[in-house]
């Protein structure tokens, strides 16, 4: 009865979104190299920030994914801790239903009461579907409610060429996912320092209550042998091949990597690092805009008891360039007149910054000192200096 609830909701969603397979077709500065190939179905290499897709081929094209579909029940328990729903330390009472999930799993015992912490570093970790319909039965009653809350999800976050029918990742003819919607949930997650912190672990050990000890590995073999890996979900299936999606951080680049469809487990990881080795490679990290330096000086200030004031950026901004490549983005500004009495924070203008025709950053620009009115006896003072 449940399954066939979820294959009549996901065949209604089907019927919503509209089907699209090719490339991306968003603002993103994309870049082509025509001597780089990723042995794989599919795959996307771009920035954490989503300005600039590096690489990509057939990203935003309709596959199935396995267990990276364990990405968005991941996502969902975090924003279940967010609120309230449970905490970490929560007692969930297990089920026989996810108990018997089969597949990647930690062997979780029915009608036991497991750490929600635990049960969640053995999907981070493990990729274990049995704790995946654990914490979707305990956040939302039912795998059938919580598959439900992951489409909304997808769609708030404009993940148009993704469609869940479950929170596991195990083979349904109806699920499918992209490239870079796998990035984007990707992001999403590693928003969490938590994540992070279970993301890296390497080996541990899952404690049942009967005192029973399962082994837990890291799928993601990337956190143990790539150096500025920090984080990412397998997945592997015979529909879906194996699959990947990571992250990893080198000189202040922070870069998200995914593969759908390599031919092995072991290439999988070969072809995420042979994306990962051409970003950290090809591409810098350069600061465009440094909210401590001013980006106008000497700026003429009427009526005011000073005659000049330094205008600053009220933030910073970093921009991914080719390395080698020259300069390729504009900066412009939109800067009133300069009248006082003026305040310290006082927005008097905007700096933007655009590359390829596209805008890609509106930055208030403020002045740092408080800038009075000359009164009238400042005025004849000046005159009689004059004179």
Not at 142 to 164: D, P, R, W
Not at 193 to 199: A, P, T, W
Not at 350 to 373: A, F, H, P
Request: glycine share 6%; aromatic share 8%; proline share 2%.
């Amino acid at each position: 009865m449940k399954k066939t609830i979820i294959s009549i909701f996901c065949v209604l969603c089907l019927m919503l979104i509209p089907i699209y397979s090719g490339t991306i077709k968003d603002d993103n500065i994309v870049y082509a190299e025509t001597g780089f190939k990723i042995d794989a179905k599919a795959c996307l290499l771009v920035d954490d920030n989503f300005n600039t897709v590096m690489y990509e081929q057939n990203s935003s094209a309709r596959f199935p994914i396995a267990s990276m579909v364990k990405l968005m029940t991941i996502l969902l328990t975090y924003e279940a801790l967010d609120n309230n729903v449970l905490t970490l330390d929560t007692k969930i009472t297990t089920t026989e239903n996810a108990s018997k999930m089969g597949g990647s799993q930690v062997f979780i015992d029915p009608y036991v009461d497991y750490k929600a912490e635990d049960l969640l570093k053995s999907v981070i970790m493990a990729s274990a579907n049995d704790a995946s319909v654990a914490l979707a039965e305990y956040i939302s009653g039912s795998e059938s409610e919580f598959v439900a809350k992951m489409n909304k999800k997808a769609q708030e976050l404009k993940m148009n060429n993704t469609l869940y029918a479950n929170c596991t990742g195990l083979p349904a003819p109806e699920q499918y996912s992209c490239a870079h919607d796998c990035a984007i949930i990707l992001k999403e997650v590693s928003k969490y320092e938590h994540y992070h912190k279970m993301s890296k672990i390497w080996m541990d050990t899952l404690t049942h209550p009967s005192g029973r000890k399962t082994e837990l590995v890291n799928t993601n073999k990337l956190v143990r042998y790539y150096k500025g890996c920090t984080g990412g979900k397998t997945g592997s299936t015979n529909e879906a091949g194996y699959c990947l999606s990571a992250m990893a951080n080198k000189n202040g680049l922070n870069l998200i990597a995914v593969v759908i469809g390599a031919k092995t487990g072991q290439e999988r990881f070969k072809q995420t690092t042979n994306l990962f080795n051409y970003g950290f490679a090809n591409f810098d990290n350069k600061t465009i805009i440094n909210v401590n330096e001013p980006i106008l000086v000497n700026q003429e200030v009427n009526k005011g008891k000073i005659k000049t004031v330094d205008l600053y950026a009220c933030e910073s901004y970093n921009m991914i360039t080719k390395k080698g490549e020259n300069k390729d983005y504009e900066i412009s500004y939109d800067i009133q007149k300069l009248v006082a009495p003026i305040k310290s924070g006082d927005k008097v203008g905007t700096l933007i910054i655009s590359k390829q025709g596209k805008v890609l950053k509106e930055i208030d620009v403020v002045v740092r000192q408080d800038i009075k009115q000359i009164s009238l006896l400042d005025s004849i003072h000046k005159i009689a200096e004059v004179w």
